[in-house]
């Protein structure tokens, strides 16, 4: 029996969630096993807030499948997108139909840039179509959705911890940092925080509510951990081999099943 978790009445819920390994399968990247609680969400009116390393394409994408048009947070908290219309007077016509809202100052080009140095690190960016597809299982369309990082560079090469230790002072001299997620390294600028933006984006539903939202977080890896925090109540689903990555979220619930599965566990706690 899965238990429930009590909402504040009259308080607006928001539900902010990770994708790779928590909404969205780790390996087929299938959101099948989440539908169901997505539907409920939105049938009780409640915005599913993507919180995700994915670009803005990807997101756009995903969205567009799942039927829901809700602002969402890119690449580790790089940037919020908002749709055109949804708050009124907040957004700007724009051609993708979003508002994309920069969070941080450094961008993707300053970073491939800063990675010149390091020539044996391959990214998203310089790997070829078969490197990328063979490390992440993309084709056709999504590999060109994925290219397309604003503000981060995601790494394929795997590193070692001689090499962090080389990378980090370096990128660290550029304002730039390493943040670890599901599969892969990325590198981001040090003001790159989904916690922050998370608290950002809130800030801006309360504006247009009668009250402070209450919020709600699902993840499944290291770096949905300052998203964690940033939350009310707060949701950590479990690995592929059925473990919890390794954090520190006072009162985090460590939900016991899978990705999708875990996802729609803990809106089944939520909701009821």
């Given amino acids: 029996m899965t238990p429930s978790l009590p909402i504040v009445p009259g308080q607006p819920l928001l539900l902010f969630t990770d994708l790779d390994g928590t909404l969205i399968d780790h390996h087929s990247y299938s959101a099948a096993t989440s539908q169901a609680a997505i539907r409920k969400l939105t049938e009780r009116g409640i915005p599913l807030i993507f919180c995700s390393s994915k670009t803005f394409a990807e997101q756009v994408h995903l969205q567009r499948e799942?039927?829901?048009r809700h602002p969402f947070i890119v690449e580790n908290g790089s940037a919020v997108a908002i749709p055109e219309g949804y708050f009124s007077g907040a957004t700007l016509p724009s051609e993708t139909g979003y508002e994309l809202i920069p969070l941080v100052q450094e961008d993707a080009v300053?970073?491939?840039?800063?990675?010149?140095?390091?020539q044996d690190v391959k990214g998203y960016s310089n790997a070829s179509d078969l490197e990328l597809s063979a490390a992440t299982g993309l084709t056709g369309d999504a590999l060109t959705r994925a290219r397309e990082r604003y503000f981060t560079e995601t790494l394929l090469t795997p590193l070692t911890v001689e090499t962090m230790a080389l990378m980090r002072p370096h990128l660290e001299s550029q304002g730039l940092t390493l943040s670890r997620g599901g599969r892969f390294f990325t590198v981001q600028s040090a003001e790159t925080d989904k916690g922050r933006a998370v608290r950002w984006l809130a800030d801006l539903f309360g504006q247009h509510l009668p009250v402070a939202p209450w919020l709600a977080a699902c993840g499944d890896s290291a770096n949905d951990a300052s998203m964690l925090?940033?939350?009310?109540?707060?949701?950590?689903?479990q690995r592929p081999d059925h473990t919890w990555t390794d954090m520190d979220v006072p009162g985090l619930i460590r939900v016991t099943e899978i990705g999708p599965a875990g996802f729609s566990m803990a809106v089944r706690m939520l909701l009821g």
């Fill in 66 to 68: 799942l039927g829901i």
């Fill in 110 to 118: 300053f970073i491939r840039a800063a990675l010149v140095h390091f």
């Fill in 229 to 237: 925090s940033a939350a009310d109540i707060a949701f950590l689903v």
